[in-house]
């Protein structure tokens, strides 16, 4: 059996079509031809983004690697002391993490506030500091001292290490933002891989000094008194 389909409705032209929408469809209509055209506008903005990010990761990149040339100056404290590489990636890892945190925290600030103190931001975030820290090193002291089997000078270096790692980190964490902003003027969400990058260096700068503070020197010390 046939069907009977329905008569085709008269096509009406854009011009009928439009004189017959109302002043909210209208309303609606130019809103999304305006964000059509935003859309196309943004399309080579993101370009950009794509190849300024592409730049600064290429300098983090080169950035990180000065790493190698701190660990090649304290090679002999390496061989010795195979500690400093076993728990670097601990330490490095923690001064990273505090960091990002830290940023994150202000980068919030500063999208969703229009203003506030920086002065008191420092203040407040530097006795945050001091307090993760101190709490962080207790946790890192006893996993170490429990790893080396009692050994203090071992755990001391590492705490020691630890702390000024962490505290650092925070504090490094709150005012890169805020430089980025409104020194640097460009987005202070870069923040995050710049004070990774940044803690990994001073991070591996401050174990190899603190190690050979302790380790070598203070050892040095010891055996020549006796």
């Known amino acids: 059996m046939i069907q009977r389909r329905q008569p085709l409705k008269i096509i ?10 109302s002043s909210d469809e209208l309303k609606t209509f130019v809103d999304h031809v305006r964000n059509r055209l935003d859309e196309k506008e943004k399309s080579p903005k993101e370009e950009n983004n794509i190849f300024s990010r592409v730049y600064l990761l290429s300098f983090l990149l080169i950035l990180q690697s000065g ?11 390496i061989s010795r002391h195979i500690l400093i590489t ?22 919030r600030r500063l999208a969703t506030s229009t203003s506030f103190s920086v002065r008191s931001l420092i203040i407040r975030e530097t006795f945050s500091g001091i307090i993760i820290g101190t709490l962080v090193t207790l946790v890192g002291f006893i996993r170490v001292w429990i790893e080396e ?21 925070i504090l490094l964490g709150t005012l890169l933002p805020i430089i980025l902003q409104r020194i640097i003027h460009i987005d202070p969400a870069h923040a995050g891989p710049i004070i990774q990058v940044i803690m990994d260096i001073l991070g591996v700068c401050i174990t190899c000094v603190v190690g050979q503070a302790l380790l070598v020197n203070l050892s040095f010390s010891k055996h020549k008194e006796l």
Do not use: H, W
Request: zero cysteines; charged letters at 10%.
């Open 12 to 21: 009406e032209t854009f011009d009928e079509q439009f004189t017959l929408l």
């Open 67 to 77: 790493s190698s040339f701190i660990l090649q100056s304290f090679s002999e404290l």
């Open 86 to 107: 076993m728990y670097l990636t601990m330490l490095v890892g923690a001064g990273g993490n505090a960091g990002n945190q830290a940023a994150v925290l202000v980068i």
């Open 149 to 169: 089997r009692g050994a203090i000078l071992p755990s001391l270096t590492i705490g020691i290490a630890l702390f000024s790692i962490v505290t650092s980190s």
